[in-house]
């Protein structure tokens, strides 16, 4: 059963013991305040930030509290391709390593919402694998047998996370790096639909198909940081574009399991996946209601068909397309299974690749009508676990197994949830994946949370790697879906996401409807003065000269639009603005008054452009 405290492991956990005064997050970070000699030969770590990096970010908390910072005071970690300023990136490969000067989006946004980073985690070189063994910095184990290989590519991401170092990690997903390892280490693994979040400052795999992923404890927390990532870059290219659904699925449930699956022998995890199935069948919402389950058989075969086209068709152009320049110059300081792969793709001509999006248009359209039939699809995370040994003895083939219910997501633009699911009678965990349409991140976190609930209920299922059970709060959706009546609201400044008061919005469930600008009829002023810098909306007078300004839509709960008021400071206020299609919702806006002797930065086109010029 679950324990009536909050796990220390958890974000939903730590932000609880801040806010009562048990912990500090210098008490948190005191492990990474010290010279790390004990974390030295790690493979799960390529680079730790110095003590003087993480008191540097303690630092920026002063005056902040988890009631300003959504993410106060939590630590993380980042995959080593990813960019964080002041740390060496090197994708798992010492000769590409570069010193990056600015941050990823990603860990911008993290770290404007309070949340600490402490490292860079290993992985297969240049993200290519799904086993983690393909790295100059070691081989990182699953945290349950050393035997065992943690998955990859995100492999010390996910080990990091499991045994509590950290309270979450990011990973990278192209064809299954942010699942696999999270089944291998009893882990939630959330994999944003493709475009959901921003991939600027991240080496690239295949750059059409990229996410960033999150390695947590719980679904719960997953969504947490998911609401502080997520969110357009601006000015940043766009190779996937988002359409959001409902954030709460149907309160009958209609889940597609494939009519046949393939477990390449593993007669553990064929018993694991029908034990999985049969606890749906208690599945309860968050009022404790019985959520009622169909179960819809679904052909994977059109699925199948597109994963083969990841490896065997030109998208392994992309990962060339990528380090090109290094490939072509340093090629012999690479992973010679990673090495032997990339250079694949020259066999690729543009005719052939052309054949190849026509045919993925083509069997992509072969699979849409099942989610007519079904809310989402429930598949095992991998269909074994292979050891370290066997990895060694036949890289390829063991690597490719691993992707068997992974490979397809990305290039069909689908989300995905990797959920822990039991144990093996060995003892080793067992994961099971949920699959949806793209846009549909929020209504999977939702099931998530209910399915973690159901696991402790039944079995009291303990955290990552005997970390110990979680409470009912660890385990609640803090970013609540929609259940209530909303109000559309058009944020357009430090309410932005990745922006210093987006919290406020998190904390109060609020989700992004859209992306968009005003009416060509405002202009954006800087207001000096304000902490943090906020920007004041000022609609000009009939026949001004106005320009469209960059605007967030949310919706926000009317339950709590009363308390989100109340944190308004004037000259500030709430009002009606038009949008570029001419419709109006509520939104900031600010008295004329208010912009006296204050910066017009309407050239920008909006706050966040003008913070990254002013930077």
Not at 75 to 99: H, M, Q, R, S, W
């Amino acid at each position: 059963m679950a324990t009536t405290s909050t796990s220390p492991h958890t974000i939903a956990g730590l932000l609880a013991a801040y806010r009562d005064g048990t912990l500090t997050p210098a008490d948190v970070l005191q492990p990474y305040l010290s010279p790390a000699a004990d974390r030295a030969a790690d493979p799960a770590w390529i680079t730790l930030a110095s003590p003087a990096f993480v008191q540097a970010q303690i630092d920026r908390l002063q005056g902040h509290s988890p009631a300003t910072l959504p993410l106060y005071g939590i630590p993380f970690a980042a995959k080593d391709n990813i960019d964080v300023a002041g740390l060496p990136t090197t994708a798992a490969c010492p000769d590409y390593a570069y010193e990056p000067q600015v941050n990823a989006t990603v860990i911008e946004r993290l770290m404007a919402a309070g949340a600490i980073v402490v490292g860079k985690t290993n992985l297969d070189q240049f993200a290519t694998g799904l086993v983690g063994t393909r790295s100059p910095y070691g081989i990182p184990r699953s945290t349950f047998s050393a035997d065992h290989v943690s998955g990859g590519s995100s492999a010390g991401s996910a080990v990091v996370v499991a045994r509590g170092d950290v309270c979450f990690s990011l990973g990278t997903d192209t064809a299954g790096s942010g699942r696999v390892p999270a089944g291998f280490n009893n882990l939630v693994g959330l994999k944003p639909t493709p475009g959901l979040v921003p991939i600027t400052g991240v080496v690239p795999a295949c750059k059409s198909l990229d996410c960033v992923s999150i390695f947590a404890l719980t679904a719960s927390d997953a969504a947490r940081v998911l609401a502080v990532m997520e969110g357009p870059d601006a000015g940043a290219p766009v190779f996937n574009t988002v359409v959001l659904q409902s954030p709460r699925f149907p309160r009958s449930l209609r889940i597609g399991v494939p009519t046949e699956l393939e477990f390449f022998g593993d007669a553990a995890y064929v018993a694991a996946f029908e034990q999985a199935k049969a606890r749906w069948s208690t599945l309860c919402d968050e009022t404790g209601a019985p959520w009622p389950v169909e179960f819809v058989p679904v052909d994977l075969a059109p699925f199948s068909a597109v994963a083969r086209l990841l490896y065997e068709g030109p998208w392994v152009a992309e990962r060339y397309a990528a380090i090109s320049e290094f490939i072509e110059s340093s090629a012999d300081k690479m992973n010679p299974v990673v090495r032997g792969i990339i250079e694949g793709a020259r066999r690729f001509d543009a005719q052939t690749t052309f054949k190849s999006l026509y045919k993925l248009r083509e069997l992509a359209a072969g699979t849409t009508g099942v989610w007519d039939l079904i809310d989402f699809m429930l598949v095992p995370t991998t269909p074994t676990h292979p050891t370290v040994a066997s990895v060694e003895a036949d890289p390829v083939v063991r690597n490719s197994q691993l992707g068997t219910y992974t490979n397809f997501v990305n290039l069909l633009g689908l989300s995905a949830l990797a959920l822990p699911a039991g144990f093996t009678e060995a003892g080793m965990p067992f994961g099971i994946t949920l699959i949806a349409p793209g846009g549909a991140d929020a209504a999977l976190a939702d099931v998530g949370v209910a399915w973690q609930q159901g696991l402790q209920g039944h079995t009291g299922y303990p955290l990552g790697c005997r970390l110990g059970l979680p409470s009912r709060q660890d385990l609640t959706l803090a970013v609540q879906p929609e259940a209530a009546p909303t109000m559309a609201l058009a944020v357009v400044g430090a309410h932005l996401s990745g922006m210093p008061l987006h919290g406020q919005l998190v904390e109060r469930g609020a989700r992004l409807r859209a992306s968009t600008t005003t009416s060509a009829a405002y202009k954006l002023y800087a207001l000096p003065g304000t902490v943090p810098p906020k920007p004041g909306l000022v609609r000009v007078s009939d026949g001004g000269a106005g320009t469209p300004i960059a605007v967030e839509v949310y919706d926000v709960p009317l339950d709590d639009i009363g308390s989100f008021l109340a944190l308004i400071p004037p000259p500030l206020g709430l009002g009606s603005v038009e949008l570029a299609d001419g419709s109006w919702v509520k939104g900031f806006i600010c008295e004329p008054c208010g912009v006296a002797g204050a910066q017009d930065i309407s050239e920008f086109g909006g706050w966040r452009a003008y913070m990254k010029r002013s930077a």
